[in-house]
């Protein structure tokens, strides 16, 4: 089946955007070399240029999953389709937090109508990566799309005829099925996500040097290395789950399901109790101010951390949703 121009145009944009996010990660890099330098980074108060190659790591990776995205599509690859249907599934998840977050957390009060521009212009930023990740899973889960992407298996010439190629090439069985879309979301975005988790530590060690970055687990205040720990081994666990999730493992299953019920209620726990949503807020005023009062010109931001905490609430109870109406999958696997 010939390719679509709604399949060329996605391809081109994917392309086109990952090529100038390539871009702009060789510059970050290149800004990282000129700070690292410097003759005035052993004073800076934040080490930048660390920041600056965790960020170009990010970059680069990103932009490198687009181009190879936009080639797989050009080419009609299923693998492609399914790749961007995973990165428009992110994209989605981090867009529309980020868009509602910019529209509720106050701003320093620099001028008014300056700062009602500036909240407004990047509400509609993150706003319409949200639309185009939506409009990206929407498009290549239509029938018509999807069917452009199918390959169509080589038919072997007999003799014998029709009898022959019926009991040469048998009918697909329960067990062979297609992995369902959303799993493979779901298994992709878990995996990529704790993966880059270890980045996020570099960047909070150079934002925050010398200060132990809280983790709460339970009812518990983690400080350093127990936090890293706990975090480190969490990450592994939903590594390993998010394997077995796309390799249609029942223990794949059930390790995801048990890890998103527990990281819900780990929110619920610091959300609901609150003297420890009171200390939590602490913790983190007292890393910004610290922080702040590293800088040469401070912008303060008085946010309330339950805002965030609030906003993943979705993203757990989405993925919890989607794992147990998909449980026949796995049935049918083991069977």
């Known amino acids: 089946m010939p390719r679509s121009v709604g399949v060329t145009i996605s391809a081109v944009v994917v392309i086109l955007s990952s090529a100038f996010t390539l871009l702009g990660g060789l510059l970050m890099l290149r800004s990282s070399a000129l700070v690292s330098t410097a003759s005035t980074t052993p004073h800076a108060p934040v080490n930048f240029g660390m920041i600056l190659v965790v960020e170009a790591v990010l970059i680069l990776g990103f932009g490198g999953w687009g181009i190879a995205s936009g080639i797989g599509l050009i080419y009609v690859k299923q693998w492609a389709r399914i790749s961007l249907l995973v990165f428009a599934g992110f994209l989605v998840c981090v867009s529309l937090p980020a868009s509602a977050l910019m529209a ?8 008014s109508s300056f700062m ?82 270890p980045l996020g530590l570099l960047v909070n060690r150079a934002l925050f040097p010398g200060m132990p970055i809280p983790f709460y687990f339970l009812g518990f205040f983690l400080l350093g290395r127990g936090a890293y720990l706990i975090l480190g081994v969490w990450m592994a666990a939903q590594m390993a789950a998010a394997v077995g999730l796309l390799k249609l493992k029942n ?10 019920c527990l990281a819900l209620a780990n929110v619920t726990l610091l959300m609901g109790i609150p003297g420890h949503r009171a200390r939590f807020q602490q913790l983190m005023e007292s890393m910004m101010a610290s922080l702040h009062a590293r800088m040469p010109q401070p912008a303060p931001l008085d946010f309330p951390v339950w805002i965030g905490l609030v906003m993943s609430l979705p993203i757990f109870l989405v993925i919890l949703y989607f794992l147990v109406t998909r449980r026949q999958a796995f049935t049918s696997r083991a069977q």
């Open 104 to 111: 509720l957390i106050p701003l320093p009060n620099l001028s």
């Open 116 to 197: 009602s521009l500036m909240r407004m212009g990047i509400v509609l930023f993150y706003a319409m990566f949200a639309v185009l990740g939506g409009f990206w899973i929407y498009f290549f889960n239509k029938r018509s799309v999807k069917a452009q992407f199918q390959a169509m298996p080589p038919v072997r010439q007999s003799a014998a005829g029709d009898l022959f190629l019926a009991a040469a090439v048998p009918a697909r069985s329960a067990s062979e099925r297609a992995r369902p879309l959303s799993v493979t979301v779901i298994g992709w975005f878990l995996l990529i996500g704790s993966a880059l988790a």
């Open 251 to 260: 223990w794949g299953l059930f390790a995801t399901i048990g890890l998103q």
